[in-house]
């Protein structure tokens, strides 16, 4: 079974920090453009950041440049959102998705898998 699955999210103060990960099953994540989404009750999904298959392309969401850090493991099969100085917009659902392609220098448009999201509160 191919699938992605988030992890890491939780409630967290203003300020504060979470890592999430993203670890793929089912297929190797070495060809693939992962990128992290986000959707607020009641808000359209938002792309967040996306890494390429080799890591030399990161991109971010004016939101959240310089507080979050893309970053990948291949041999774990994993990717990562660090996320530092939490404020209370980052609150939502986050998401990562998988794009077929190898060395991608751009934010995917086309996803081809996509995780069941983590939950991501920040509340005082």
């Known amino acids: 079974q191919l699938q992605l699955v988030e992890s890491g999210g939780g409630l967290v103060q203003p300020g504060g920090s979470l890592e999430l990960s993203c670890v793929a099953s089912g297929f190797t994540l070495d060809y693939y453009t992962i990128g992290w989404f986000r959707q607020a009750s009641g808000k359209e999904r938002e792309g967040v950041s996306c890494?390429?298959?080799?890591?030399?392309?990161?991109n971010y969401a004016d939101s959240v440049k310089g507080r979050f850090t893309i970053s990948r493991d291949n041999a774990k099969n994993t990717v990562y959102l660090q996320m530092n100085s939490l404020k209370s917009e980052d609150t939502g659902i986050y998401y990562c998705?998988?794009?077929?392609?190898?060395?991608?220098?751009?934010?995917?448009?086309?996803?081809?898998?996509w995780g069941q999201g983590t939950q991501v509160t920040v509340s005082s």
């Open positions: 890494i390429s298959s080799t890591g030399g392309y990161r």
């Open positions: 998705a998988a794009s077929l392609g190898r060395n991608v220098r751009q934010c995917p448009t086309h996803l081809d898998y």
